[in-house]
């Protein structure tokens, strides 16, 4: 009786983990891959003082607080501002 009870707690164990792990493999899969460029960065940069910053921008490497979009347009559209001369 008590290895059919080990049993059974194993296998809901497993079912748990396996649950996890569909559950983390949906959401990566669900992640915009439009926020990165070609070569794995960020495309552009929303700062958290609202500025979006792309690879060109003085201050792009700077930016480490940020929310992450494909293109300028995409982050001017969610609020944000271009940078100032």
């Not at 910053?53 to 201050?59: E, G, T």
Request: aromatic fraction near 4%.
């Amino acid at each position: 009786m008590l290895s059919a009870n080990v049993r059974s707690i194993q296998t809901r164990l497993t079912s748990s983990k396996q649950i996890a792990s569909l559950l983390v493999a949906l959401s990566l899969a669900s992640m915009p891959l439009t926020s990165f460029s070609q070569d794995g960065g960020v495309a552009v940069k929303l700062s958290t003082s609202g500025i979006c910053h792309d690879a060109s921008s003085q201050h792009y490497e700077r930016v480490k607080n940020f929310k992450p979009y494909g293109s300028m347009q995409e982050c001017l559209d969610n609020g944000g501002r271009v940078p100032k001369k």
